[in-house]
């Protein structure tokens, strides 16, 4: 394995109780985080899962076991594996991002660098100079040894893949490891692994993608990139969203200029007008990314990685707020997203017991996060 | 007139005199502004002028006086007028460039507005994508009240007026005001005069521009405008000269970005990863005009303006420096541009003394200065 993280390996119950916990209701990345946390184990939380959803006044949808099992199985079955965050193949690069998906599903990419990284993103109608733009930048910076991700799509995306596909590239899905989106791209999707490129999704097996699947994928796209590329974007177009979550994620954004005439220029001319990099050739990008920026060591640095097994919080310990205290939590939520801190403010409440009634909202669907670190009532 | 300055007009004999000291040999804008600054008046200086170049050990050319009267008589004659460094009519912002032409020829342009205004300037072969982009940008540039400056030259310099020539242009000439560059823009300079725009030039009446007027003129088009935008430039071309020199005096630098395949973008792309802002629309170039740069206010204030008459240092004052003092100041002159204070230190001379022997060494044409401040003997 090229990623070279330093956890050990789920044993298989433990990666089927990762894969139960996350595919349950309303079990996110981060609640996902903060359940490992509160319980020490994914079986600890699935067990705890019941009775948190009851506090909070709704039944818990728990993923049946056997279902679990399926996926594995699929998924297998399809030369396939199921990563989890702080395992060695999970991508080092998306550890960093915030709430990475605690399981990825990977297809191929055993001998990438997945440390080298640029996502190569743009327009699905791409021109002619678009895509010829695309192949000479890919292949550029693929010759530099850079691994190339991006999304599979038409245009842009397909070009920087076939650029890409002797010296190494990802493309990241937005629906389950069989459901490849756009058709014409299931023969690409085949090459790309034959050629030791990876297909990789945080979606299960099966999962059809739908249109909100498409923005979360480019979270994924950017957080497995040192830096993203924008070819040509439209404005309020989907590598926009791409380039706006790298910058969230302290990547580096660079965009290829066009004509102010030319609408497909549109979104990348206003990238650089919002300070992404003016992109003519894979120096610029080269240039940029040999360039240590202090800011962004902590990319390469390790974060949060779960210990893997049992150990961590006990269930017992937790501390059990009163209806009482939910009541005033509630009533202190509202659907403005607020910080943690002004919510113990608002209710006097003890930390454990804010987080408690939080985690039970969350499991019950009644609140969202906004980075993991603003709260606010679904409206 | 819409210049605003405060000066009074000269005399028509003083006129003449600034007229034969500019053109006489080795007197560039640096030189004029010295020998006006020791002499007091152009009719002292060119009193001073043959001792100082025998000093040198050189001839004086000057200007015939009837050459004087011809040019003046020409340009009267040709509709025009002679405008003098510190008159009402000269352009205000060409007064804080770094050696102002002390006389400009200028042809139409009374009530044109001098201070706000905007250079546009791009390739002489402008793609029809370029050119439609020039009369997008100069017509709406134009609308808000900008005054549009450029060169006249092929493609987008003449777009660039043709946009504008209801709402307001400023032509920059290589050449004298009877020599237009291109043939086939003399229908075009005569309409720009006929609606109330301006012809502008420092070379003589009857000169024909060579190779290396056109960055001499550039740098004029750069003073002129409070920023400077370049719509199409090729590496290498006249275009970034004009930045260049626009980001020297402080102006803003403008460029519309195009696609990397395009040759006629890597100028301006160029121009945008040294920092220069990326334009789409008049909105961005409006928007940043706006914005008031505290750095840029010694735009608008008043900067040198000579005395117009007898005033300043007298010829009997200045100490004259030995035979042996020239020797020491030149042996430590060099090919390389070097402050005045080294010259000080090296030499051990009195500030009087230097500046004598340098004026004399100008005058013979031994030295250059760059940018006034750094002096070297010519190679």
Redesign the interface.
Known sequence: MAAGSSGDLLTRSQRLAWLRLIRSDNVGPVTFRQLLNRFGSAEAALEALPSLARNAGVAARLYPPGEAEAELEAVEQNGARLVALGEPGYPPLLKHISGPPPLVTLAGGDNLDWSRTVGIVGARNASS?GQ??TRVLAGDLGAEGYTIVSGLARGIDAAAHRATLKTGTVAVLAGGLDHIYPDENVPLAREIVEHGGALITEMPFNWEPRARDFPRRNRLIAGLSRGVVVVEAAKRSGSLITARLALEQDREVFA???????PR??GS??L??QGA?????AA?VLDSLAQADPRRKALFEPDWEPEVGDSGGDPADATMPSHDDRTRLLEALSVTPMPVDELLAATGLSIPAVQTLLLELDIAGRIEWSSGQLVALRG
């Open positions: 100079a010829k733009m290829v200029p066009g004509s102010p005439l030319d220029a549109e001319n206003a650089i007008q990099r003016l992109v003519t050739a610029d």
